[in-house]
């Protein structure tokens, strides 16, 4: 299993909105056949594996980090493979909770007389696809909100100076997260203030692009912003009350507008923009802040998982901005508190993770 999940893991997220799994053919203790998931479209990690194991499949061991498919997707059951391959047990690390498997595929195998063994290496295989669970559950993205601050934990001084609070290996950590998720969201006062090309740039491989998303409930973003690409992937989520004309400018640049009812707080609801994104098979959102975006993000309980970029210094003074904006929690009881807290360096920076949902396995 720790082979499969090294297979998953290589798919480096580029199976979006697919899971990423890993499959390993055993046949008296010797590896046959390996597979990762391809792209979304192209084949599953056991049709790999048994595909490249062939006749030697026949009497032998299927390991795999998630539950075969039994249903017609993009491509056929793999439980249809697994069985005609005459696999004789499987060894699976957890069920797929995707509605048209959840459980019937480990019952079609069992059906066909597969010894079916659930739950080895269960932990690494949850971690792995966090993205894809959130997403297939909850119809929403998984959401990263991630800041860059000062050990006080501002964002910018008074005068608005924040480049660079941090340092190269941040920065750096900060692109990887880009190339992760399929889309980062930013607020308009983000692109007003910095104008980002909230572009993936890893120096060692290609990176994956995200879409581009600016909530931005009066359409101020820039016509010339520098995320407004001829790529066709910026959206700018916006509301109704939006005037018609800005939106037509930002369109003929090449940017997709999206226009959503008012929310309560006269702002872009967010919550409708993520559930959006989760219907067009985006299972990642990394929210880059700001301040206003990241605060209604946690006072609508959407962020999932925490990351905190920390400078080693102190900006202070009562009107630099703050990472995390909005009313705030009130009471301690209400501040939502991580778990699964990893402490690392990057360069001189301290970068502190978390999930913001109790139970989750963590990342140890
Ligand atoms: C597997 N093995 O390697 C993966 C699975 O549209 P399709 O046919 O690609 O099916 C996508 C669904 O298949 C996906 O939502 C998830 O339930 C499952 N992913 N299953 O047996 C794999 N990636
Ligand atoms: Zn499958």
Redesign the pocket.
Known sequence: MTEALDLARGCDHA?S?????G?VVLRQGTVVGR???AP???P????VALAEAAGAARGATLV?S????C??????P?TDAVIAAGISRCVVAMR?P?P??DGR?IERLRQAGIEVRLGVGAGGARRLNEF?LRW?TARLPFVTAKFAASLDGRIATASGEARWITGEAARHLAHLLRHQHDAVLVGAGTVLADDPQLTARLPDREARQPLRVVVDSRLSTPVTSRLIGSDGRSLIATTEAAPARARHALEARGARVEAFPVAADGRVPLRAVLAMLAAEGRISVLVEGGARVHGSLFAEGLADRVVALLAPRIIGGASAPAAVGGPGALHLADAPELHGVRVERAGADIVVSGSTRAGHPGRG
Request: proline share 11%; aromatic share 2%; net charge negative.
């Open positions: 199976t909105p697919n899971p990423m799994v499959a597979g990762r998931t979304a479209g192209g599953h990690a056991e049709v795999v998630l539950e075969p498919c249903h017609l997707g993009r491509t056929p793999c797929d995707n048209m498997v595929g894809y297939v």
